[in-house]
Nanobody, 117 residues
Framework: QVQLVESGGGLVQPGGSLRLSCAAS????????MAWYRRAPGQQREMVAT???????NYLDSVKGRFTISKDDAKKTVLLQMNSLKPEDTAVYYC???????????WGQGTRVTVSS
């Protein structure tokens, strides 16, 4: 059973930074294509950033230039560096395979990010 555990969230002021981590454990050989998602209060979950097994990245327009996705294959970890945070980035953040994948890992609990002064 594969488990995804997200961490690194918290309360931060506008303009601040956070670094989220997604650790995969269990019966998993390595990290394939992965993505970070977020679900803001009262909204649908949206895909924020993706990274392929080869390291190519893609971002939601609203986070381009502020967020950076990366991965550590040896540690089976996917990271999301978030800079210049805005109140509209407030959400619970999750990791999983990208939208359009034929299958998904079980969803983790997510990590809550609150951007507020």
């Amino acid at each position: 059973q594969v488990q995804l555990v997200e961490s690194g969230g918290g309360l931060v002021q506008p303009g601040g930074s956070l670094r989220l981590s997604c650790a995969a454990s269990g019966n998993i050989k390595g990290i394939d294509d992965m993505a970070w998602y977020r679900r803001a209060p009262g909204q649908q979950r949206e895909m924020v950033a993706t990274i392929t097994s080869g390291g190519s990245t893609n971002y939601l327009d609203s986070v381009k230039g502020r967020f950076t996705i990366s991965k550590d294959d040896a540690k089976k970890t996917v990271l999301l560096q978030m800079n210049s945070l805005k109140p509209e980035d407030t959400a619970v953040y999750y990791c999983n395979r990208p939208v359009g994948s034929m299958w998904y890992w079980p969803w983790g609990q997510g990590t809550r990010v609150t951007v507020s002064s």
